[in-house]
């Protein structure tokens, strides 16, 4: 099996230099493409010095979100018809050769479409996820409450007995997949620019019968939002993943006009809120 990565770099160069630099050498990664999602630091003109054999750095002509920068990556690679598994990686992901070997076995020795390590990230390992109902959703958008709306997308630790565990929702941070199943449900959704993703990923998947999975054996460290962080306000990436909410509970669990009036409503409450606590 050919495994290529793709990394996703935006006003990220040195996290990006870091990962191609520790990877580059791995025996079992076939490919690396380095999509620059139209960077404002000339990243492109840094990363696209190790272009070779093996490394293509490519270039957006415009930022259209995490989806869109990755389908870039993931199209080239099926395109060129260069692998079978296709390892999506933020910049700010710490991987060892190792967790790719053992991501190998798992595809050769079973039929699952999607694959994660545990993520460890500030402390926590998060190791997949449920889909988000109505009442997670609407906690989600109420301010102190929000909190709590996790408990109802995590599954017990006791859920994850065997090594690889069947789940719904993934890590975008850090997972593989055959490209040929990713393909069939036409890789990520364009229309979020940024945050679920990962819900629709699992959304999509489920309709296609293709199956995510996390491989509790292994794990991979992640710096979280370190570009994201660099390039977005409290307030901007608030609005971004509110919008991409009522985005995926519009297209994709066709939500009547009440329920959505209800998930905006108090988005707009916890927004103005927000507004406050960011003022004083």
Known sequence: MKVGIVILNYNDLENTKD???????????????VVDNASKDNSYEALKKYNSQSIKVLQSRENKGYGAGNNIGLRYLEENNLVDIAIISNPDVLVKEKVIDEIIK?????????????????????KGYKLPNYLSEFLSNINYFNRYSKKFITYPDNYYQNKLTKVEVLHGCFFACRLKDFQKINYFDEKTFLYYEENILGKKAKKANLELYVDKDISV???????????????KKYKILKNSQLYYEKEYNHLNIILLLGLRLMYYISLGILYLTWWI
């Open 19 to 33: 990962i191609i630099e520790r990877i580059k050498n791995y025996q079992n990664i076939n490919y690396i493409v």
């Open 106 to 126: 798992d595809f050769k020795n079973t039929k699952i479409s999607f694959l994660a390590p545990i993520i460890k990230e500030r402390g926590y390992e998060i």
């Open 221 to 235: 460290e992640h710096n979280l939002s370190v570009s994201v962080d660099k390039s977005l306000n409290k307030i």
